[in-house]
């Protein structure tokens, strides 16, 4: 199974249209191999993008620089896996 | 599970405790619902269908699908809880009485199975199919992509590797030619709701054209009256409009195809949003969101029934 420790998935809020191109540009940065969960819609509207352990200073430095906002919607994806994994299994088990 | 009320709906199951399911239910309400295979996925799956019909012959019918993106997990596991809610609520609700006494409808409860099983036991952020690139070490076409409206127009990629990627051809994939086939051998579909997570939205065409759908006013109005009903039981805020309005250009997308087929009542969801999971939305928020577009689909469904065209 694939493990995405350490992976974060960071919300982001552009504030304005340049803003808004900027985090288009990172969809095209493909060595971040960065998932947007949620698409660029429009100025203050939330933006979800999982990015991958390697990527994470990368891709914070690049938001940074710009002075684009951004908050942690998800720590540690993994965690969050293995929580939800851990519930279905012991549903599954509980007529035993 | 033995039986459909001893299934657990407020948790998250694989696909072949889907497929019992839809099993069972048929085999609990023989009169009411059937099976009906459509084609079979890439990884030769069955695409299933449950229909609800009490007769009749190629009744107008309500088209309503979920799990087209196997990454969207609260679809499929609303779509189960639906199909439920219509053998318990035939005979009871009066609104999904006249509905079901007039229409028929049918679910698919996972359009994307392949996609579904390998979020299951490879990789929890699967997002489309599993059919592999000519060329390319990457696999899968994404489904909302693939359909022959718009098709290869901004709004969808040409990469492969891209999670938009719209296949090398409209309908690549048998998982949406088999819909395409479905749709047009069936010739009387009224509404076609399709359903995705997550960013609380009810959306109409178009998604690649910015030209209003002829039937724009009255798709905006009952998406306004479906969005308040979803909203009267928790309170959950949703947006809505045509889709290139409300999210971004998509090209060759499902319900520009349907709605360019003459089926105007036409829509797409994105379920809920709590701000603080995305795709791992927790089990407990199953029956919740499913309660909640309950309400908007019976709006929806409600208004098909009561306006023919």
Redesign the interface.
């Known amino acids: ?2 493990s ?1 420790e350490g992976h974060q ?1 960071l ?1 982001i809020i552009p504030k304005d249209d340049i803003q808004l191109s900027l985090i288009k540009e990172l969809e095209d940065m ?1 060595h971040f191999e960065v ?7 429009r100025v203050n509207t ?1 933006v ?1 993008v ?1 990015v991958p352990f390697h990527s994470l200073q990368s891709v914070k430095i690049y938001l940074e620089t710009q002075g684009i906002e951004y908050s942690i ?2 720590e540690d ?1 993994q965690v ?2 293995d929580e ?1 994994q851990k ?2 299994m012991s ?1 599954a088990r509980a007529p035993e | 599970p033995r039986n459909t009320d001893s299934f657990d709906y407020t948790q998250y199951h694989t696909l072949s405790e889907i497929y019992s399911f839809q099993d069972m239910l048929v085999a609990e309400n023989p009169k009411l619902v059937s099976k009906i295979v459509i084609g079979q996925s890439y990884e030769n799956r069955p695409l299933n269908v449950l229909k609800f019909s009490t007769g009749g012959t190629n009744r107008p019918a309500i088209w309503i699908d979920t799990g087209i993106h196997a990454r969207e997990w609260i679809t499929q596991a609303s779509g189960t809880w639906f199909a439920k809610k219509l053998v318990t609520d035939y005979g009871t609700d009066p609104a999904l009485t006249a509905i079901l006494n007039n229409m028929d409808i049918f679910l698919e409860i996972s359009v994307n199975p392949d996609g579904f099983y390998y979020t299951h036991n490879n990789n929890r952020m699967w997002r489309k199919t599993r059919k592999p690139n000519s060329g390319s070490s990457c696999v899968g076409v994404d489904p909302n992509r693939n359909w022959d409206a718009g098709f290869g127009l901004p709004g969808a990629s040409g990469n492969p590797c891209s999670e938009t990627y719209h296949g090398p051809k409209a309908e690549s994939e048998s998982e949406v030619k088999a819909i395409v086939d479905f749709v047009k051998s069936h010739g009387n579909i009224k509404a076609f709701i399709s359903i995705h997570s997550y960013s609380q939205m009810l959306m109409y065409p178009f998604g690649y054209t910015t030209t209003p759908a002829k039937d724009d006013a009255e798709l905006h109005s009952l998406a306004e009256k479906a969005i308040t009903d979803l909203a009267s039981l928790y309170g959950t805020s949703y947006t809505y409009g045509s889709l290139i309005d409300t999210i971004y250009q998509a090209s060759g997308i499902t319900i520009d195809w349907t709605y360019n087929q003459g089926i105007k009542f036409s829509y797409t969801f994105e379920l809920r949003d709590t701000g603080r999971y995305g795709f791992i939305l927790p089990a407990n928020q199953i029956v919740p969101t499913a309660q909640e577009t309950w309400l908007a689909l019976m709006t929806i469904m409600d208004h098909t029934n009561k306006n023919p065209y």
């Open positions: 199974k694939e995405f998935v919300r493909i998932d947007f969960w949620k698409e660029v819609t939330p979800d999982r919607m998800i994806l969050m896996l939800e519930e279905m549903v």
